[in-house]
């Protein structure tokens, strides 16, 4: 039976961390005199994000086991003709989902921070920084219209620069964020393009009438062209995606992002902003149902990003930029399955994926913690024996990533595959033989990570960066160098067991309901007539263990076996080998160290191409055309009509006689001359 939730309990989901944010941002810094201190300042922040928590699950099991659903108008901003600009809330099982993850690892994120950023001079700064970012995405998830949604959106491109460029002393970070925040404008630039033009043809923001109006916006055609509106207004709102869910080529900005603390690589990039892009197409999924083309365009970019960063992933020696193209990779599988139109299982990736790579980000910040701020995994080595919950929390992430049977990472992962494959879009092919190759990639720098960071001859005592510390003696994250590698404190692996436990069992518990059941019914739409892939999917599942049994026969298990048996005997068996192939194949290392050259030609012809344009615009059309003829101009003008104005009106009779003869003179000579 369905039930209706009560406004008061969802309004204070999002304020409550947005109540603990205030109160560390103003009362446990110097603006308002740092009275309340370290202590309760992380005590504050993590209560708020721990009431969101609990009120999220609260939420989930009334919309899952009693059918209670949410969708009202909180408050009205202000009306414009016949467009309301409103403050409210959507609640139903992708909401719930998306509110319990993003709070749960949200909460990790900020007991983990209490030991990372143990000593660092801005930790209460850091507290409200997170707290707010989590009351970004919960406002985010939670609208029910494109204006809040919009806010939400850039919230969390706002908070992230202030937390990639946390370390404002740093000239990288400060580069970093400003990357970021540039490089999400111009997919923001694409998404309110898309909600603009919705407005613009239904009259109204609401997902509800938006999607009432569907079938109309399908038959439409764009002024002027011969294109399908629908198609432009779904390009556009995915552009916005292709920005916040770094795909290429806006996926730039998120390896740099690393220059911030790990903690919040962690958020970052688990279960909030990098998750925006896929939870709002998956909710616009009536409007992309209705273009084709859409639906192809997501496929190709979304197969690039997974194949195309992985490789990336296999050259990187830093341990949280090997994670971070992790991160990019399995963004495009997530952009693979919803252009697939199987975004039941692309929010269910996202799930399973917030979990573990949560895990494996917090984790390699423990090692960060227990190798003394050497993040150079050519540096580290038998760590396994020094950080054993590090080591055993690091694995189980590892092997969800990679898609291991029977662990949650496995069946979103074997869905996305299964569902590429029976999608009948054009661009169907090149996506599935790129996520079937990415499955190979991923296993390899996943355990080439692992490997050299956990096993293997001890190699931290070789660092030449060993002895590096800041102006305060410190390293980045506030711990001082000792001897040998150590076990992080409680506050640290806590965190890691508790995520671990998710990344091995969620993926077995859901992919029924959320995959094959009723719990996206009515939320998720898709044209079984025209993408048939998800009913596909269905018929030839038989449950998670037989989905687990029957993957011991499949390519993507396989391939996954060999990428770990590749990288072991590479980096275990013959450490010589990965030097060997790199200087056989120098060029395409070269290629993949320099990113494919997409930074360079960002600077160097996008930038210094608007640079250019720029300064011929200012010199041309400001200076020239603006200042020169018009504004210089027109005072010119007027001085020279003053000057001869003040010559004609001299004040001498005999001039106003000249004047009168010569006039009289020359009408005498035009009416003669008209006579002839």
Excluded at 19 to 37: D, E, Q, R
Excluded at 575 to 582: E, K, N, S, V
Aim: some cysteine; aromatic content about 14%; overall charge negative.
């Amino acid at each position: 039976m369905s039930q209706t939730l009560s406004a008061s309990t969802l309004l204070a989901v999002p304020l409550a961390p947005l109540v603990g944010s205030a109160l560390a941002g103003l009362f446990g810094t110097a603006f308002a005199g740092n009275w309340i201190g370290r202590r309760l300042s992380h005590t504050l922040t993590i209560l708020g994000v721990f009431v969101a928590f609990v009120l999220s699950a609260m939420t989930l099991y009334s919309v899952a086991a009693d059918g209670a659903r949410f969708n009202e108008t909180l408050y009205t901003w202000m009306v414009v003709g016949g467009l309301k600009m409103e403050v409210g809330f959507l609640i139903d099982s992708l909401t719930a989902m998306m509110m319990v993850v993003v709070t749960f690892v949200s909460l990790m994120v900020h007991i983990y921070t209490i030991g990372y950023m143990e000593e660092d001079e801005g930790y209460n700064r850091f507290f409200s920084y997170i707290s707010l970012f989590t009351f970004s995405m919960l406002m985010l998830v939670m609208s029910n219209n494109m204006l809040q949604l919009f806010f939400g959106w850039e919230a969390v491109g706002l908070v992230s620069y202030l937390l990639i460029g946390f370390w404002f002393n740093k000239p990288t970070a400060i580069f970093a964020n400003m990357k970021a925040f540039l490089v999400n404008r111009v997919g923001d630039f694409g998404f309110i393009l898309g909600i603009g033009l919705i407005a613009a043809y239904t009259g109204t923001l609401n997902y509800g009438e938006v999607f009432a109006k569907s079938s109309e916006l399908g038959s439409l055609v764009f002024p002027g062209t011969d294109w399908m509106l629908i198609t432009v207004v779904c390009i556009c709102l995915f552009i916005g995606a292709m920005g916040k869910s770094a795909q290429f080529p806006l996926h730039v900005w998120l390896p740099d992002s690393m220059e911030g603390p790990t903690p919040i690589s962690a958020l970052i990039h688990a279960a909030t902003m990098v998750t925006a892009g896929i939870f709002m197409v998956s909710r616009m999924s009536p409007l992309f149902e209705l273009s084709d083309a859409a639906l192809n365009f997501i496929l190709v970019i979304g197969s690039i990003t997974a194949l195309f960063m992985g490789f990336l992933g296999i050259i990187q020696n830093d341990i949280k930029r090997v994670v971070a193209y992790s991160t990019l990779s399995q963004l495009g599988y997530m952009t693979v399955a919803l252009g697939a139109s199987a975004y039941s299982v692309a929010v269910f990736h996202l799930m399973t994926h917030a979990f573990f790579k949560a895990l494996l980000f917090l984790g390699a910040g423990s090692v960060i913690m227990g190798m003394h701020h050497n993040q150079d995994i050519r540096w580290m080595g038998g760590v396994r024996k020094y950080m054993p919950i590090t080591w055993i929390t690091s694995l189980l992430g590892s092997l969800a990533l990679i898609g291991t049977p029977l662990f949650s990472g496995f069946y979103s992962k074997d869905s996305i595959i299964e569902a590429v494959h029976f999608s009948q879009l054009p661009a169907a092919g090149f996506a599935h033989f790129a996520v079937l190759a990415g499955v190979f990639v991923t296993a390899f720098y996943s355990f080439r990570m692992y490997f050299l960071v956990f096993h293997g001859a001890e190699r931290y005592d070789q660092n030449p960066d060993a002895h590096h510390h800041d102006s305060h003696g410190h390293d980045d994250h506030g711990h001082g160098h000792d001897a040998k590698p150590h076990e992080s404190p409680w506050v640290v692996t806590l965190p890691l067991v508790l995520l671990a436990i998710p990344s091995v069992v969620i993926g077995f518990l859901t992919i029924g309901p959320m995959l094959f059941g009723d719990f996206f019914k009515d939320v998720i739409f898709v044209n079984l007539a025209q993408h048939g892939a998800m009913g596909e999917l269905a018929q030839i599942y038989h449950g998670p263990v037989g989905m687990a049994l029957h993957a011991l026969q499949t390519a993507p298990f396989w391939l996954a076996l060999a990428g770990v048996a590749t990288s072991y005997y590479m980096y275990m068996v013959n450490p010589a080998l990965p030097a060997a192939i790199q200087r056989a194949a120098q060029p395409i290392y070269t290629l993949l160290e320099n990113k494919y050259y997409l930074d360079w030609i960002n600077e160097n012809i996008l930038a210094r191409g608007a640079r250019l344009l720029g300064s011929g615009l200012w010199k041309a059309g400001d200076q020239a055309v603006i200042d020169g003829a018009v504004v210089n101009g027109s005072w010119k003008l007027v001085g020279w009509f003053a000057g001869v104005a003040r010559w004609v009106q001299s004040g001498y009779v005999f001039h106003y006689a000249l004047v009168m003869l010569l006039g009289v003179f020359g009408l005498m000579t035009y009416f003669v001359w008209l006579n002839k």
